[in-house]
Each structure stands twice: as C-alpha cells, then as structure tokens.
C-alpha cells in the first residue's frame, strides 16, 4: 500500500477497526477515510454502493459487523444473520464493482466446526457442523469468506480473509450482557474490588479453553497480511496459546489484586469446548503475536480502572 494511498476502514469505530486505524497512522497512511453509520448504513446496498462510487477507495478493511459474546450470540440471532451478511455483501460487490486493489475481511475462529480437531488449520473450513449458540454470525462470516474467494475465482478480486481468533484491547465492549468473557471478567473482578464484594460469577464450568489476542497485535498481523498476502485461502490470526476460563479469571484476578472467591454459573452456556487457532501458516509468512496475555491484559486494567461503570 502506498502511504498515500487512500484507505476506507469499515467499523472504524468498532475495537478491531479503531486499532487497524490507529496502526495504519503510526505507520504513516494519510489518506485513511470512514464513515458515521448515520451517514452511511452498511446495511443498505444504496448507501454503501453511493458511498464507493463518489470515494474510489483503494484498500479497504472489512471490519465492520454485528458483534458480541455468547449471550448476545444466542439472543440476537435473526440480526447476526442479517445485519452480517448485508455490510459484507454490500461492501464486497461494491468494492468489485468500483475496482478496489486490495480488500482484507475479517472474520472469527467461531466459522470452524465445534468438534474440529485443535488446533484449527485453515483446511478445516466446512468440515462438520458449527456451534449452535453463535451459528448466525458463523454462517454469515462462512458466507463473507465464500465472497471473497469467489469474486477472486470468478472477477480476478485481489480480496482475502483473515481469522482472528477471541480479540480484547482499547475500544471493547464492555455491556455483560453483550461482551466477550475477556472484558466482562475485568469488568466484573474489578467492580467486586472496589466495592468489596466476596465473590465474582463466571458463566459455565470454567472448563472451555480459549485463545486470546490483543487487538494491536491484530492490526499489525492485518497490515502484514494486506502488504504480503494475496491468495484465496483464508488465514488464521491468533498467538497459537489457549487458557481456560478459570485460569483467565485467576490471572485477571492477580493483574486486578483482587482476593476474592469464583462462583461459576451453571445455567449459563459453555459454548465451544475449545477453540485454538493453527497459526503455522502465519508464522511461515513471516508474523508473530508480540503481546503476551499478562501484559495485555495488564495494559487494558489500565483504562479499565479509569472506567465508570454503571450497576
Ligand atoms: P465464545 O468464545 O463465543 O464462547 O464467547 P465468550 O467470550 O462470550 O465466552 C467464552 C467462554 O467464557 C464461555 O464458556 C462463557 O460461558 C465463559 N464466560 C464466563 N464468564 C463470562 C461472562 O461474564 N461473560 C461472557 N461473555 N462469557 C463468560
């Protein structure tokens, strides 16, 4: 990408595309544009079409979309179908249709099969059946992959895409009702510190292992990616480590020096059992994650302690 080149990141606002935002100006990219969602719905084919005939991008993130943890997965399931699969619609014919050079989409580890065999590689794509609590947007991320891949084939698109595996860092949200395990167990462990409460609830057994990556390292991995990728398969992005979910309470726990006892819920879904990326094709292509979970982790309680959180 040239430094001058001009860059729409769609969902600049979001956790994933304000960290690809800050990366591209520490890089120095000048012409980086976006877009209010009262300006432009991504949602609306008329919007998004209007928009990339009048700009012209010349690169474009695909970060935008419908997003959350288990709870919102499970609840909202008609609009992480729907909302999903328009934005990527829209943005990736439009980017065909107004000859964008280059467009990176982004999607989750939730689009490989529950019962996969771990770590994930690549190939196994559409291998079995998907978890049920976050099928929706699963199928809506298949769906975008099978975009990019095909207007590739068919169109000659230089489009690819990326999975990131369970992402935390600036701009997260931070709704227990809506958030992914990683903010909400801050979220949590830290209002039990400061108001002196005995215990802290963590959904499920505890038992699920997850992946865990700082978002800045994501950006990086996705600018590597965009300068040195440009192949139809999908690549995974994660650390290539896991931990479970009450080893990721313990340890928010000691950053937050919090003493206090867990209590798990039992009524609350585990979700996936595992979910660890293969990350042997990132690394062969030159990338590593740099920021370890600890440190991640300590650098987040940072804004975290500065946070108002309402009951
Ligand atoms: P997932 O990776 O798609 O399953 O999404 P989440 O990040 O929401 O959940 C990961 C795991 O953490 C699941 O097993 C949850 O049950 C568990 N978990 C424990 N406590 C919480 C919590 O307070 N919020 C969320 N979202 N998950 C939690």
Known sequence: MEKNAK????????????????????????????????EVDLRNQQQ??????????????????????????????GEFLYDNLMIESNIIHAAY??????????????????MAPQPLKESYLLTGVLEYTNEPYAI???????????????????????????????????DLNKSHVLPALLRKIHTAKIKNIPTVEVWGSGSPLREFLHV???????????????????????????????????????VADYKGEIIFDSSKPDGTPRKLMDVGKLTALGWKAKITLEEGIRMVYKDVEKMNFEE
Not at 11 to 32: C, D, E, F, P, W
Not at 234 to 243: A, P, R, S, Y
């Open 216 to 254: 800045d390292d994501l950006s990086e991995a996705s600018l590597f990616l965009m300068e040195n990728y440009s192949e139809s398969e999908l690549v995974n992005i994660g650390t290539g480590t896991e931990i479970t979910i009450k080893d990721l309470a313990l340890l928010i726990m000691r």
């Open 7 to 38: 860059i729409y990141v769609a969902g600049h606002r979001g956790m994933v595309g304000s960290a690809i935002i800050r990366k591209l100006q520490q890089l120095g990219y000048t012409n980086i544009i976006t877009r209010p969602s009262a």
């Open 140 to 174: 809506a991320k298949i769906a975008g992959i099978k975009l990019c891949e095909n207007y590739r084939l068919q169109y000659g698109c230089n489009f690819i895409s990326v999975m990131p595996t369970n992402l935390y860092g600036p701009n997260d949200n931070y």
């Open 97 to 114: 249709v107004n000859k964008v050079k280059k467009l990176l989409f982004l999607g989750s580890s939730c689009i490989y099969p529950r």
């Open 48 to 77: 998004v079409f209007s928009f990339f005939e009048q700009e012209k991008p010349d690169y474009v993130f695909l970060a935008a979309a419908k997003v959350g943890g288990i709870y919102a997965n499970n609840t909202y399931r």
